[in-house]
């Protein structure tokens, strides 16, 4: 049985920082590329960051420079550094785990809430 448990997620004032994690169980976890999405309210669910299991990374521009993405092989665990926070990174965040050979493999967590206000 697969499980991505995200956790870290809170209230904090803008210009704060916080450090998501996500612990995977269930899958060989250096296989496959984790990644943070966000959904606010209204809107659609929108990739945050992702990272390979080699360590390639990838962010949205709306976020770059602000937030890290990083794993731990040896724990099964992503993070996720949010420095610099905004209002408009209110949102809930998602850990989500895909691995294409040949057929996809795609897990999610059940999100947790960030909310960036004064």
């Known amino acids: 049985q697969v499980q991505l448990v995200e956790s870290g997620g809170g209230l904090v004032q803008p210009g704060g920082s916080l450090r998501l994690s996500c612990a995977a169980s269930?899958?060989?976890?250096?296989?496959?590329?984790m990644g943070w999405y966000r959904q606010a309210p209204g809107k659609q669910r929108e990739l945050v960051a992702d990272?390979?299991?080699?360590?390639?990374?990838n962010y949205a521009d709306s976020v770059r420079g602000r937030f890290t993405i990083d794993r731990d092989n040896a724990k099964n665990t992503v993070y996720l550094q949010m420095n610099s926070l905004k209002p408009e990174d209110t949102a809930v965040y998602y850990c989500?785990?895909?691995?294409?050979?040949?057929?996809?493999?795609?897990?999610w967590g059940q999100g947790t809430q960030v909310t960036v206000s004064s």
């Open positions: 989500n785990a895909v691995l294409q050979r040949g057929v996809t493999s795609d897990y």
């Open positions: 990272i390979t299991g080699s360590g390639s990374t």
């Open positions: 269930g899958i060989i976890f250096r296989l496959y590329t």
